[in-house]
């Protein structure tokens, strides 16, 4: 996520250098022809100024689509950061009230705390790893016992094994007594909330953006920038100005061309680049905020931006 005000000049420029290059080359050529004194390259700005529109309204579109994409994906990050905030709670506020049941065993009920709280903190990082289609599945070992672990990477759909495992845990302290009453359900109502988290991530990743707005956006502005030298030349040859046609086209056609890749940039929250949302902070967050519930004061670092970006 980007966190600076500011740009970089020459990076900007990079993202649209593809079109930039097209645009130069066009305007350029048109230029050049005319001032070979070549007839009829002359057209009505009125065609630019309708096309231009056409793509206005497409890339208007794709920018407010792609927004609503990325704005999805940090809404469902914050239920997933409420819901294992919650789901800690109720972990340590549900063993710690049968300390004074007979059966209740101090160490037992330590060790299910805190095996509950990492099983917690692992189901994010690996939904993180999960959405980004990365491989460090090592991350989590020092979260999981050996067995957990070794089953875990022969699943398929980690997080979901994960949750699995945080199930199974729940009833087996039910049957030892370390929880009672109707302690499960209100656990399981925080599982549930987390795994539609996690389907609605899924659902984002994996379904794109109708793939008809990016290639018609791309023909549009080609088109746009191919036709706009020759809506151009006619006006500045009337102004005795032939030589601002190459700048003016390519600055008219870098500010379509840029609004076009933002919305192409940010289609994609969870590809793991600097426009994506924050997952490694967020996970950053969940883990601290949970390690501290349980009690422990060696917390991992805080995620802050570097250079205006944060992960």
């Not at 704005?71 to 239920?79: D, K, N, Y």
């Not at 672990?149 to 994960?162: D, G, I, M, R, S």
């Not at 030349?233 to 086209?249: A, H, Q, R, Y």
């Amino acid at each position: 996520m980007i966190t600076k005000r500011n740009f970089n000049p020459v990076k900007v420029i990079q993202y649209v250098k593809t079109e930039m290059a097209f645009a130069a080359l066009v305007s350029a050529l048109v230029y050049l022809l005319h001032q070979q004194k070549l007839t009829g390259l002359s057209l009505p700005f009125s065609i630019a100024a309708i096309l231009g529109s056409a793509l206005a309204i497409f890339i208007a579109f794709r920018n407010n689509s792609s927004y609503s994409r990325w704005w999805e994906a940090r809404t469902l990050w914050g239920g997933i950061i409420n819901a294992s905030r919650v789901l800690g709670r109720l972990i340590i506020t549900f063993t710690d009230s049968h300390a004074h049941q007979p059966n209740y065993d101090k160490n037992r009920s330590e060790l299910f705390k805190q095996q509950m709280i990492y099983l917690t903190i692992a189901w994010a990082h690996a939904l993180r790893l999960h959405l980004r289609r990365q491989d460090d599945w090592s991350e989590l070992k020092p979260l999981l016992n050996a067995d957990e672990y070794t089953n875990l990477e022969k699943a398929q759909n980690k997080p979901n094994f994960l949750h699995l495992l945080t199930g199974k845990k729940i009833y087996q302290a039910m049957s030892d007594g370390t929880l009672g009453g109707f302690d499960s359900f209100q656990m399981e109502g925080q599982l549930l909330a987390l795994t539609n988290h996690q389907g609605g991530c899924e659902r984002i990743k994996n379904t794109p953006l109708l793939r008809q707005y990016d290639y018609f956006t791309k023909v549009f502005l080609y088109s746009f920038m191919l036709l706009l030298p020759f809506c151009l030349i006619g006006d500045f040859t009337k102004m005795e100005l032939g030589f601002l046609l190459i700048p003016v086209s390519v600055l008219i056609s870098f500010v379509f061309s840029i609004i076009g890749k933002v919305g192409e940039v940010n289609e994609d929250p969870f590809e793991n680049k600097i426009t994506d949302v924050p997952l490694t902070a967020l996970c950053n967050t969940i883990e601290r905020d949970l390690r501290e519930m349980l009690g422990e004061v060696d917390l991992p670092d805080k995620k802050v931006p570097k250079n205006g970006f944060l992960f």
